[in-house]
Structure formats: C-alpha cells, structure tokens
C-alpha cells in the first residue's frame, strides 16, 4: 500500500514515514502543498495523509482540487484545528477521515487502514481467501491454520492482492502500489516477491492462489 | 422634596401668621375706637354713672341683627349697661386684670373678639392716682366692646385650606416633575448600564451606543466603552494566547507522541533509540520555546508594560546586539557591518530595544546563506532613526511578506525548521516596534535577501547635545 503524506513538519513526518515504512507502507512526502497537489494528481497513491496548515498552498484547497479532478484516493485530514467547523468543513471538502494532533500513531494506522478497506471490497481487518486468513490489522498470515512468516515486503505485495483480489495487477501497479517514487521501478523485483510468496503459501497446496497471466501481470484468484 | 417642602410650610405658616396678625390688629383697632367713642359718652361722679347714649349710637348695637357687642362694668365686676345686641349673655369679665387688653372669646358659640378699656374715676382721689396708676383706684369703669368675628375665623380658615392645599399641589407638581425630570435623565443612564449588562464573555464587543446619549453623559459612555474596549483587548489577548499556544504545541506534541510509540513497536537498535530520543528532545525544545516566547509576545501586548523610555544611543544597542549573536554569526561565517554615525539619539526602551534588535539580526543571521553578510546601517529621516538591517539570505517570497510580522508565520516551514525557528520572533518585534511609536517595513526578493527597516522616533533636542 502506498500513502502520500503532504505536511511540512519535517520531524513529524520523519517518524510517520518511519513507522509507515516499518508497516510495509511505502511512503511518499510532500512538504509543501504546491508539490502536495501534483502527487495527489499524479502518483498512484491508496490514500493520502493531508495536513491543513500548509505553505503554498492549504490543505483545504488540494483537497477540492483533487476531488474536482476526479481522484478519488482515500483522503485522511491530519490537522491542529480541532473546531467543529473545522471538521465539518474538512469532511464537506471531500476528506474521508480527520485526525487532529497529536494523535495517537496506532490510532492514526488503525485509520488508514479502515480507509483502505472502505476502498476495497473488503470490511473487516480479517481477509479470508478459502484458507488464506490475513489480519491486515496484526499484518498475521495463516495458511491451513499454520502461522507463514512474511517479510513486510512480501505481506505488503500480499495484502495488496488479496485487497484487489480477482482483479489482473500489472508488474507496474504492484510495484507502483508496493514503493513509493524515489524506488527505481524494476520489474523484476516483483517477480522475485511473486516467486516468494508462492514458496510461502502455494507450495505443497493443490489449490494455487497466486496465478500468472501471460504478458498481463498476475491475480490473486479466491 | 424634604427641604421644598420645610421651605414651603414655613413660608405658608408665615403668610398664614401675618394676615391673622392684620385681620386681628384692624379688628382690635376698630373694636378699641368704638370702646374710646362709648368711654366720652360716660360721666362717672361719686356714686353714679350718667350715660349718655343717643339713639343713633345705640341703633348700632340694640338691632337684633348685630355683630357689634358692648358692656359697661365697674371695676369690682358689677354690670351697669350692656347692649341689647348681647341678649342674655354676659361678656366675661377677669377680676385683676387693670389694663387694657385684648382677648378672643366664645359669645353664644360664636367666636368674638373683644376689648377691655378701663376708665379710671377722675374725680377728687386725681391727686392720689399719680404715680400709682389705675391699680390703685378701687372705683372706676370697665368698657367692654366685641365684635363678632366669624367672617374672619372663617376667611382665615379658608386662607389657611388654600395655603395648604396650595403648598400640597406644588409639592405634588414639583414631586412629579422632578419625578419626570429624573426619569428623563435617567433613561440614558439605564441605557448605559443595561449594556454593560448584557456585556459578557461572549460578546465583549459590544457597546454603548453614543447617538442616543445626551451629551452630558457622552464622557461617562465613552469611558465606559474605554474600558470595555481594553478589556476586550486584553481577553481577545488571552484568548488568542491560548489558541496560538494549543494549536503549535500540537506538532512537536504528534513527534513526541509518535517518536515513542513507534519506537516501542518493536526492539531496536542503540542508535536507533539515540535518533528517537533527540527527536523528542528537539520537539520539547521547540514546545518551551514556543511557550517562552508567547508569554513574552503576550506580555508584550497587554496595556499594563511599562517601557523605561529614555535616550539611547542605537549604535551602542545595536553593538551589543552583534557581540551576543556573534557566536552563531561565526558558527555559519556571516560576516555582520556596522555603520552608525554618531550623535544620533533614539526614545526608547533599552531593554526592549535590545530584543528587538536581538531578534532582527539573529533572523538575518539564521536565514543567510553560509558567508554571506549582514549590513547595518542608521540614519535619520524626519523625526525617525530609521535601522536597516540588510541580508543577503534565502529571502521572502512577495506573497508572504504582509504576513512575516504575524505569529506562527513561517515561510516555508520544512527549511526553516532545522533552524529552530517557530515564528515568532518578528512578531515579537513588530509588538516592541508598536509600543515604541514605531513600524517596521520589510523588502524581499528570493535568493537576493531581505531588508528589514525599522523606524524608531528620535530625540530632536537631545541629538544636538
């Protein structure tokens, strides 16, 4: 999963991406709210973490910005206004969450992954994919009731698919999705991932999960 | 309305007492002249008393219709003639009394007035009387005379309602009216103090309005709204205090609060624990920062500051203003030029003044590029010493210019961050700058610097000597 954190508080966004990248999140970072908007319009974020109170441009006015140019991506508001007015107005503009400072960093995960599942199909912390159990919740994989110990690089490709499951993901949207836009995007890293969950979860099964589509990219089928 | 009233009966019973005393002096007076006229009509010898009287005379006093009354008594009391008009009764008589007198009585139920007049008997004891007076003669006649005086009892009576009810309705009148009068002047008043009594927490902007009130009260409005408007001032004051104060505590709160609960998701390394320690440091830093210099700010603004304001030197502030930023001049190797001329004086607070120019400088030495320089220089512009403290630094962009003298505002945050700023600093400045009489003006363009001007008033006098 990729988040988008547009805030120009140089420490506190040290440590969110910190705490995010350690979840298996990758983390892209606008300071200011000039190159807050054209990440919001341009890369493929799954939900954005906006502050209000940002030079160049305000948190407020991305927001209706981007939801007039028909993004769509999740949007969680990350302010020191805490008035009601405030809230109403950030939810009004298009935000789907708000969180006020200071917050409390396993709040602020709990959030963005419920706005994670409101965008998919999935609504509650536990996917089940016949006898795949993930809990994106403890990031805690079962497969047949045995525990399968996954690198965050590997739950992320993972929880990434069994969210989009059934539907065809290019090598380019999981990577797109799985590394923030500093990672120099090379295909072939995710086949290696590919290759790896298969040892996981599809070995020793009859019932393969992780299927390849030839030239298209690969499906998580359940 | 005690006084007037005090002042109006005792002007009523004085008015009342002088008519009663002429009423009763003509009466007596009248009453004495018709007792002079009966005592010529009378011959008193040894043993009888010859009276004189015409018809004429007694018509007045015999008709059953008279109001006039007389009746003559020796001296030991007996009665030797009384008019007709008396009837049965007898005028009363006080034995001892040898003078004439005047006294009021009651005749058949009505009231009368009357006198006594002695005529001593003349005949042969003459020589004996000298010098003993009328006291000492045994013989002698008594002329009493009476009037009836109803009418008049009745007219004073009348006198004596009017009086009063006259003093009752003017009382009444001027109780009213001044009743009236007071109420008149005392809207205006209940006005003023109904709006204070609306005015509150919640709406401390409001105010008497002045159109409505007579100019006699308009200080007492005005003061009032004074009053108000500095309390406002200073409640605004707190208010935005504690909103500035809980809005940029926030941030280095989220860090702190973050930094620890990230690093105790798992184990980490010593280094690790290093970073995460001087992060939460550096946010405590920022938040006693923050705090120190809002109370300053905010102690800056109330009313109650006392500027020690004298005439100062600006080139011996601004010198020690460089010495105690020196070392963090020479940490980035910014070079700082002084050029004051001399025998320029300004008004001000030393203290103050030294934060001000404390602030400025360290501003231009923390946004300058490494080796760049600072230029100070002081001149003198109509009445004002103008200080312009030019950098050659990073610079503000146009659009935040107007808004670098408000609290909290930092160009770009993410830069200037690392420089321990949390804007304030010009603000602080632009309070000092304020009180003094002063302004500051800045000019910026990105990548060439910034020039801040501040202007302080001079001392004309002073500066000559």
Same mark, same amino acid.
């Given at each position: 999963?990729?988040?988008?954190?547009?805030?120009?508080?140089?420490?506190?966004?040290?440590?969110?991406?910190?705490?995010?990248?350690?979840?298996?999140?990758?983390?892209?970072?606008?300071?200011?709210?000039?190159?807050?908007?054209?990440?919001?319009?341009?890369?493929?974020?799954?939900?954005?973490?906006?502050?209000?109170?940002?030079?160049?441009?305000?948190?407020?006015?991305?927001?209706?910005?981007?939801?007039?140019?028909? *993004?769509?991506?999740?949007?969680?508001?990350?302010?020191?206004?805490?008035?009601?007015?405030?809230?109403?107005?950030?939810?009004?503009?298009?935000?789907?969450?708000?969180?006020?400072?200071?917050?409390?960093?396993?709040?602020?995960?709990?959030?963005?992954?419920?706005?994670?599942?409101?965008?998919?199909?999935?609504?509650?912390?536990?996917?089940?994919?016949?006898?795949?159990?993930? &809990?994106?919740?403890?990031?805690?994989?079962?497969?047949?009731?045995?525990?399968?110990?996954?690198?965050?690089?590997?739950?992320?490709?993972?929880?990434?698919? =069994?969210?989009?499951?059934?539907?065809?993901?290019?090598?380019?949207?999981?990577?797109?999705?799985?590394?923030?836009?500093?990672?120099?995007?090379?295909?072939?890293?995710?086949?290696?991932?590919?290759?790896?969950?298969?040892?996981?979860?599809?070995?020793?099964?009859?019932?393969?999960?992780?299927? +390849?589509?030839?030239?298209?990219?690969?499906?998580?089928?359940? | 309305?005690?006084?007037?009233?005090?002042?109006?009966?005792?002007?009523?019973?004085?008015?009342?007492?002088?008519?009663?005393?002429?009423?009763? &002096?003509?009466?007596? @007076?009248?009453?004495?002249?018709?007792?002079?006229?009966?005592?010529?009509?009378? &011959?008193?010898?040894?043993?009888?008393?010859?009276?004189?009287?015409?018809? /004429?005379?007694?018509? /007045?006093?015999?008709?059953?219709?008279?109001?006039?009354?007389?009746?003559?008594?020796?001296?030991?009391?007996?009665?030797?003639?009384?008019?007709?008009?008396?009837?049965?009764?007898?005028?009363?008589?006080?034995?001892?009394?040898?003078?004439?007198?005047?006294?009021?009585?009651?005749?058949?139920?009505?009231?009368?007035?009357?006198?006594?007049?002695?005529?001593?008997?003349?005949?042969?004891?003459?020589?004996?009387? +000298?010098?003993?007076?009328?006291?000492?003669?045994?013989?002698?006649?008594?002329?009493?005379? =009476?009037?009836?005086?109803?009418?008049?009892?009745?007219?004073?009576?009348?006198?004596?309602?009017?009086?009063?009810?006259?003093?009752?309705?003017?009382?009444?009148?001027?109780?009213?009216?001044?009743?009236?009068?007071?109420?008149?002047?005392?809207?205006?008043?209940?006005?003023?103090?109904?709006?204070?009594?609306?005015?509150?927490?919640?709406?401390?902007?409001?105010?008497? +309005?002045?159109?409505?009130?007579?100019?006699?009260?308009?200080?007492?409005?005005?003061?009032?709204?004074?009053?108000?408007?500095?309390?406002?001032?200073?409640?605004?004051?707190?208010?935005?205090?504690?909103?500035?104060?809980?809005?940029?505590?926030?941030?280095?709160?989220?860090?702190?609060?973050?930094?620890?609960?990230?690093?105790?998701?798992?184990?980490?390394?010593?280094?690790?624990?290093?970073?995460?320690?001087?992060?939460?440091? /550096?946010?405590?830093?920022?938040?006693?920062?923050?705090?120190?210099?809002?109370?300053?700010?905010?102690?800056?603004?109330?009313?109650?500051?006392?500027?020690?304001?004298?005439?100062?030197?600006?080139?011996?502030?601004?010198?020690?203003?460089?010495?105690?930023?020196?070392?963090?001049?020479?940490?980035?190797?910014?070079?700082?030029?002084?050029? *004051?001329?001399?025998?320029?004086?300004?008004?001000?607070?030393?203290?103050?003044?030294?934060?001000?120019?404390?602030?400025?400088?360290?501003?231009?030495?923390?946004?300058?590029?490494?080796?760049?320089?600072?230029?100070? @220089?002081?001149?003198?512009?109509?009445?004002?010493?103008?200080?312009?403290?030019?950098?050659?630094?990073?610079?503000?962009?146009?659009?935040?210019?107007?808004?670098?003298?408000?609290?909290?505002?930092?160009?770009?945050?993410?830069?200037?961050?690392?420089?321990?700023? *949390?804007?304030?600093?010009?603000?602080?400045?632009?309070?000092?700058?304020?009180?003094?009489?002063?302004?500051?003006?800045?000019?910026?363009?990105?990548?060439?610097?910034?020039?801040?001007?501040?202007?302080?008033?001079?001392?004309?006098?002073?500066?000559?000597?």
């Amino acid at each position: 999963m990729r988040v988008l954190i547009v805030e120009d508080e140089k420490a506190l966004v040290d440590i969110i991406k910190k705490g995010l990248e350690e979840e298996g999140y990758a983390v892209d970072v606008a300071y200011n709210g000039e190159d807050g908007l054209f990440m919001a319009e341009n890369e493929p974020s799954d939900v954005i973490v906006l502050d209000i109170m940002l030079p160049v441009i305000d948190g407020m006015t991305i927001l209706k910005k981007i939801r007039r140019a028909g *993004v769509k991506t999740p949007v969680l508001m990350l302010t020191a206004k805490d008035t009601v007015m405030d809230k109403v107005s950030g939810l009004d503009s298009g935000a789907d969450d708000y969180l006020i400072k200071p917050f409390h960093f396993e709040e602020f995960l709990a959030r963005l992954r419920a706005l994670i599942r409101r965008d998919s199909e999935v609504n509650t912390s536990v996917i089940e994919i016949g006898d795949l159990t993930i &809990n994106i919740a403890t990031h805690e994989v079962r497969w047949g009731g045995k525990n399968v110990l996954l690198s965050a690089r590997e739950y992320s490709l993972l929880e990434y698919m =069994a969210v989009n499951r059934n539907k065809v993901l290019s090598r380019t949207m999981l990577s797109e999705h799985l590394y923030d836009h500093d990672f120099d995007l090379d295909s072939n890293v995710i086949d290696v991932f590919i290759n790896r969950l298969r040892n996981k979860i599809d070995r020793g099964f009859d019932k393969k999960l992780i299927h +390849t589509l030839r030239g298209a990219g690969y499906m998580l089928k359940g | 309305m005690v006084v007037l009233f005090i002042v109006l009966s005792l002007l009523g019973a004085f008015l009342y007492l002088s008519l009663d005393e002429i009423v009763y &002096n003509s009466i007596d @007076s009248g009453l004495l002249s018709r007792a002079k006229a009966l005592a010529t009509l009378v &011959n008193e010898n040894d043993n009888e008393t010859e009276f004189n009287f015409s018809d /004429e005379v007694m018509w /007045e006093y015999n008709s059953p219709k008279a109001s006039v009354f007389f009746q003559i008594r020796r001296f030991d009391g007996t009665i030797t003639e009384k008019s007709e008009s008396l009837r049965g009764s007898d005028l009363p008589f006080q034995t001892g009394e040898k003078q004439m007198n005047f006294e009021t009585i009651l005749l058949n139920g009505v009231p009368a007035r009357m006198v006594n007049f002695y005529i001593p008997y003349n005949g042969g004891t003459k020589g004996k009387e +000298t010098g003993k007076g009328i006291k000492s003669n045994r013989r002698g006649l008594i002329i009493q005379c =009476a009037e009836d005086i109803d009418e008049q009892t009745e007219l004073m009576q009348n006198y004596l309602i009017v009086l009063s009810l006259s003093i009752l309705f003017v009382m009444i009148i001027s109780a009213s009216g001044v009743f009236l009068i007071a109420k008149k002047a005392l809207t205006p008043i209940k006005e003023i103090s109904e709006t204070i009594d609306r005015i509150s927490e919640s709406n401390l902007s409001e105010r008497v +309005t002045m159109e409505e009130i007579p100019d006699e009260l308009k200080p007492l409005a005005s003061s009032f709204n004074r009053t108000f408007d500095s309390l406002e001032r200073s409640f605004n004051r707190q208010r935005q205090f504690a909103a500035d104060a809980s809005h940029e505590l926030r941030t280095p709160l989220s860090v702190i609060l973050s930094q620890s609960e990230v690093m105790l998701r798992k184990e980490r390394t010593a280094e690790e624990y290093k970073n995460a320690l001087k992060a939460v440091g /550096e946010a405590a830093d920022m938040m006693s920062q923050i705090v120190r210099k809002l109370l300053t700010i905010t102690r800056l603004g109330a009313d109650k500051v006392e500027l020690k304001i004298e005439n100062i030197d600006p080139g011996e502030i601004i010198s020690e203003s460089v010495k105690l930023l020196t070392p963090l001049a020479e940490q980035k190797a910014v070079g700082i030029n002084v050029s *004051v001329p001399d025998r320029l004086v300004v008004r001000g607070d030393r203290a103050a003044l030294l934060e001000l120019f404390v602030n400025i400088i360290d501003n231009a030495i923390k946004y300058n590029l490494p080796q760049g320089r600072i230029d100070i @220089s002081v001149k003198k512009e109509k009445g004002f010493i103008i200080t312009e403290i030019k950098d050659a630094g990073i610079g503000i962009p146009e659009s935040d210019l107007g808004r670098v003298l408000d609290r909290f505002y930092r160009v770009d945050k993410s830069r200037s961050r690392d420089l321990l700023g *949390v804007g304030l600093g010009l603000s602080i400045c632009d309070e000092i700058v304020k009180l003094h009489g002063g302004r500051i003006d800045m000019k910026s363009r990105p990548g060439t610097g910034t020039l801040v001007s501040v202007h302080l008033k001079g001392a004309e006098d002073a500066a000559q000597a």
